[in-house]
């Protein structure tokens, strides 16, 4: 299986803006999916894993400098890449401290109403705090949660979608809300989200889209959307991707190491 068709000095000539540096992580959580290093069994780690894990703690650190000095509206896309490399590198948890910090920028600028944090980045950086750390949330994380989530699920409720913001922006917070654990009275109700907003011809939207698409189709769980079914509709998007020209090399080569992934994957289990 191709692993290293992009050479990781390609991201150190460049800018280092946003798009490369989450481009390069998603291409390094590949690498270390197929190397071994998300394989927690107690084994060995292979000459392979400690280069990725070396790779990854050097990313850490330039995305850790790239978050002091950022734009707000890119923190939650960083953040997420942060935590993920900074384990996969470090074998350890990142400062929860450091964090928490750059999450609570992002939610005053949110707050303020006058910066470019998108209402679904916020939700997704409170909604694990509220949800899985009970009684240790900000009392303003816990209000910003229960009233976006309110909000989302009256808009959904009258229009099945939501209206007035990008099509990246409604996939998100679609592939947010879907995550939530409604009850099983809404188990129609987000069937019918799915079905209003699935789309039949992928090769119709734009790469943003989507990526954005493909969060809400793997959010979806198995009671509104078969598994085979959800995997097939995974891999006609990432096969897609994979053929984008208007993809960072990095992410475009992520995508391809995954469709090579997943045949051999099916393959095994045949």
Request: hydrophobic share 35%; charged share 30%; glycine share 4%.
């Amino acid at each position: 299986m191709r692993t290293s068709l992009v050479s990781a000095n390609a991201v150190k000539g460049r800018s280092g803006d946003t798009g490369d540096l989450t481009a390069y992580s998603r291409y390094l959580m590949m690498k270390a999916q197929i190397a071994g290093n998300l394989r927690f069994d107690g084994h060995s780690a292979t000459d392979d894993e400690r280069v990725v894990a070396r790779q990854c703690r050097e990313l850490s650190d330039r995305i850790a400098r790239r978050l002091n000095t950022c734009k707000e509206g890119d923190i939650a896309d960083l953040l997420d890449c942060y935590d993920i490399v900074y384990r996969i590198g470090n074998d350890a948890l990142p400062d929860r401290d450091f964090m928490c910090r750059h999450k609570h920028r992002a939610f005053m600028v949110w707050k303020s109403g006058v910066g470019d944090v998108t209402e679904s980045a916020v939700f997704g950086m409170i909604a694990p705090e509220v949800k899985y750390q009970r009684g240790k949330a900000r009392e303003e994380y816990v209000d910003a949660y229960l009233m976006i989530l309110k909000n989302w699920i009256d808009t959904l409720g009258r229009h099945y979608t939501f209206l007035n913001v990008t099509a990246v922006e409604n996939y998100r917070r679609l592939a947010l809300v879907m995550k939530e654990n409604l009850g099983s009275d809404f188990h129609d109700a987000k069937l019918r989200w799915y079905k209003n907003n699935c789309v039949n011809d992928l090769s119709t939207l734009s790469t943003q889209i989507l990526r954005s698409y493909q969060r809400f189709i793997n959010s979806i769980t198995t009671d509104i959307l078969d598994f085979d079914e959800k995997m097939s509709i995974d891999q006609k998007i990432i096969t897609e991707l994979s053929t984008r020209t208007d993809l960072d090399p990095h992410d475009r080569e992520a995508y391809r190491m995954a469709l090579d992934f997943n045949r051999e994957m099916v393959e095994e289990y045949q």
